[in-house]
Nanobody, 124 residues
């Protein structure tokens, strides 16, 4: 079992930055791949970024590439999402997720554990 708690969301103006954090507990953090997803009202949950269990391999959605950076600190059992140059279309509920599989994936259904989400609102 893995428990995930996100933090760091809020309201920011377009062009601004936020840093999301996701603290994990339970299973050995360094043995699980981690991802960030988001869901805007009326839309399906979509992939944002993912990082392999030991780091070194990151995946990004095209819509955030070059603006967002995912990272992890296995000693602190925390994964981060640094979001720069935010746009109004980035407004969504952001979820942290954990995957026990061996292959880093962008598919939400592959992730077994989810946090409750943290809201990000970007004003124009």
């Amino acid at each position: 079992q893995v428990q995930l708690v996100e933090s760091g969301g809020g309201l920011v103006q377009a062009g601004g930055s936020l840093r999301l954090s996701c603290a994990a507990s339970g299973r050995t953090f360094s043995s699980i791949n981690m991802g960030w997803f988001r869901q805007a009202p009326g839309k399906e949950r979509e992939f944002v970024a993912a990082i392999r269990r030991t780091g070194g391999i990151n995946l990004y959605a095209d819509s955030v590439k070059g603006r967002f950076t995912i990272s992890r600190d296995n000693a602190k059992k925390t994964v981060y999402l640094q979001m720069n140059s935010l746009k109004p279309e980035d407004t969504a509920l952001y979820y942290c997720a954990a995957d026990e599989g061996s292959v880093l994936t962008t598919t939400p259904y592959d992730y077994e554990y989810w946090g409750q989400g943290t809201q990000v609102n970007v004003s124009s």
